[in-house]
């Protein structure tokens, strides 16, 4: 079965490069422009894995993220944050947030995909 | 206050060591445990309320509205002002003195008349007798001799004892009577008529006589009485004059002390206060206030102190606003270029990998550039980013257990394919036994990876060598390139932000201009240093020393 993927992310171009790469992989992707429909969408959609921006208009990624893991059939759930917040101690603060794994923007396509094959290795290739 | 509390200490403690040595061997051990606490309950209140009153005092002092010079003239025209008392005093019992010494005198001749009046009348009364016996016309004639110049001496005793008027008239009155009847008797005995005039000797005469005497005896004794009682009451005068003369010295000297305590504490308090606000200003505290009750020069001072404090509080507090805005805009705007950057370089590299089909050669060439000055572009908001973070002291050193060993490998798996490129050796010497390092080892890779980089960067042909070693608790790095070499005039400067020595070749090899400035304040935030040892034509190296166990170093900049 088809590996479901939820990206949280504002941008629409960067939306875009991970569709490209993560559907060409042979994921199916589900898309939320922002932290509030990335909570509902995660619920109704019940993903394998989540990419959750951290910078996001209505909800940000630390929030989505908390109310994510506080949802029982979510909580095993891997959430890898993508953010371009460099700043020292973003990725504890992620950690702390609840997330399992860490991505910084400006991220390569080929990391990017290295790092979500780590959490969902059985994907069956197109 | 302190000083009071000091003086009342080191009296109560030199109180109870004279009663020590004073008292006589302990008798018993409860008289010798008894003392120290009997003191100790006294002087404990004591010691209370005289701080208590030394604060007020001083208190007192500090609220008066006058000027500093005002206030000292004013404590010594006081002190001075005690001291003329004290001599008009003096004076006063002086002239006390003086008059008290002539009553003396005159009480004293006093005495002495009465004496002589007393010796006078019984000696008349027995060379009265004794003319009677003798019925001599010579002895008869200088016993009324006698008589009158007695008279004249009771008439210098009126003018001396004028306050006995009636005993002395009473007196005169009983010697002129006395007189009559001498005279009678003599008459009588020149008469011949001796039985009578012996009849008249033992019936008036006799009998005046001892009323004389007694009288005279009543005034010796009264004159004698006065004198005593003159005597006390000087005595009392004296010891009155000298109460009033000790009191007011120990007056002087108390006024003394007490305002010279207060005035000199109301100066050297606010003076003391000043100074430790002063300090913390200097420490960069602008945010206390000091608290000075003087309405003097000081408490002048004190305001203009507090004026100054509030200024710089408020410059401070709009530099730390600004510098924070800067902060907060670089963060935003590093966070602002990266999302475009993200989606350029992702393009690149997902057209570079074929993943919208086979491209034309020179369109992969174009992606390659578009991919490296996207990188650079990145470098360059990196290093902004991380200049930015320093200056304003967000930059936090993640300190932990590090070896220099994994380091220099790191650095080494992450250059060899740019040295390789470039057909350059890279050549590593490690001490093996450094010891563990305690540092942010991501900061100290960066600082190797950016000397590495550089020397790979300007070195054409020959090699570049890295070494570590430890020596008494500090890592000494070195990174040796063959390269151009820097003149000796380049080499402070190149660790300035955005300063290469020769801007042409930035453009070929594509630096940022901020990695040394950038490495030389990590290297200063880790407790160390970082220089370059070049000479031109010959290649450079560039050192760096970091104690082993490093701190974050405050306000590195």
Not at chain 1, 96 to 116: H, I, M, N, W
Not at chain 2, 144 to 149: A, E, H, I, K, P
Not at chain 2, 310 to 328: N, V
Not at chain 2, 439 to 466: C, P, T, W, Y
């Amino acid at each position: 079965m088809t590996k479901r993927i939820l990206i949280v992310e504002d941008q629409e171009d960067n939306r875009a490069i991970m569709r490209d790469v993560l559907s060409t992989a042979g994921y199916h992707l589900i898309e939320a422009p922002n932290g509030e429909d990335g909570v509902r969408l995660a619920q109704s959609e019940r993903p394998d894995l989540i990419l959750m921006d951290i910078q996001l208009p209505l909800v940000d990624g630390y929030e989505a993220t908390r109310q994510i893991k506080r949802v029982d059939h979510l909580k095993s759930v891997p959430i890898i944050a993508v953010t371009s917040y460099a700043l020292s101690g973003d990725e504890a603060k992620a950690r702390a947030a609840g997330c399992d794994g860490y991505v910084a923007k400006p991220f390569s396509p080929r990391e990017l995909l290295a790092k979500v094959r780590e959490y969902l290795p059985d994907v069956a290739t197109p | 206050m302190q000083a009071a509390t000091a003086l009342i200490d080191l009296v109560s403690r030199v109180g109870a060591r004279a009663k020590a040595k004073l008292s006589p061997k302990p008798l018993g051990i409860t008289s010798a445990l008894e003392r120290p606490r009997i003191s100790k309950r006294f002087l404990a209140p004591l010691r209370g309320v005289m701080a208590q009153a030394a604060g007020a005092l001083v208190a007192l002092v500090s609220r008066v509205p006058a000027r500093v010079h005002s206030k000292l003239l004013a404590a010594f025209l006081a002190i001075a002002v005690l001291l003329i008392m004290m001599g008009a005093v003096g004076l006063n019992v002086l002239s006390g003195m003086n008059e008290r010494t002539e009553e003396f005198i005159k009480l004293r001749r006093k005495i002495e008349a009465y004496r002589q009046v007393q010796h006078d009348t019984t000696s008349q009364l027995y060379s009265v007798s004794a003319a009677f016996l003798s019925s001599d016309e010579q002895t008869l004639l200088s016993t009324l001799r006698q008589l009158n110049q007695f008279g004249y001496d009771v008439d210098r005793l009126e003018f001396v004892a004028s306050d006995e008027a009636e005993l002395l008239t009473r007196f005169r009155q009983e010697y002129d009577r006395f007189i009559q009847i001498v005279t009678h008797v003599v008459e009588l005995i020149r008469a011949g008529n001796a039985s009578e005039a012996r009849q008249l000797q033992v019936a008036q005469a006799a009998p005046l006589a001892d009323r004389l005497e007694r009288l005279t005896n009543q005034l010796v004794n009264r004159a004698e009485a006065d004198m005593l009682g003159s005597i006390e009451a000087s005595k009392q005068a004296y010891v009155i004059s000298q109460r009033i003369v000790v009191g007011f010295a120990l007056g002087s000297i108390v006024l003394a002390l007490m305002l010279g305590y207060a005035i000199s504490s109301s100066l050297i308090g606010p003076v003391t206060d000043i100074e430790s606000q002063l300090n913390k200003v200097a420490a960069g505290d602008f945010s206390k206030r000091v608290h000075v009750v003087n309405r003097d020069e000081l408490g002048a001072l004190a305001r203009n102190v507090n004026r100054m404090c509030e200024e710089l509080d408020r410059l401070y507090q709009q530099l730390d606003a600004a510098s924070k805005h800067k902060s907060q805009f670089l963060a935003n705007m590093s966070h602002e270029l990266r999302t475009p950057l993200n989606a350029i370089l992702g393009y690149a590299e997902l057209m570079q990998d074929g993943l919208y089909g086979e491209l034309p050669p020179k369109v992969s060439e174009v992606l390659q550039r578009v991919d490296r000055n996207g990188k650079h572009l990145l470098g360059l908001i990196n290093a902004i980013l991380d200049l930015s973070k320093i200056e304003s002291g967000q930059l936090v050193l993640s300190v932990d257990n590090y070896s220099i060993r994994d380091i220099v490998q790191t650095v080494v798996s992450a250059t060899e394919s740019l040295a390789a490129a470039k057909n350059l050796p890279l050549k590593v010497e490690v001490s093996d036994d450094l010891p563990t390092g305690h540092g942010d080892e991501r900061r100290i890779s960066q600082v190797l990876l950016n000397l590495v980089g550089n020397a790979i960067k300007f070195a054409d042909e020959g090699e570049v060598r890295i070494t570590a070693k430890a020596i008494d608790g500090i890592f000494l790095v070195a990174v040796t390139d063959t390269g151009p070499g820097i003149p000796d005039s380049e080499q402070a400067r190149i660790f300035e932000e955005f300063h290469q020595v020769d801007s042409s070749n930035t453009k070929r090899e594509g630096g940022t201009g901020l990695g040394l400035a950038i490495a030389k304040r990590i290297v200063e935030l880790h407790g160390g240093r970082i220089w370059v040892e070049s000479e031109v034509g010959r290649g450079s190296t560039f050192k760096f020393e970091l104690p082993v166990r490093s701190q974050q170093r405050a306000g590195a900049i």
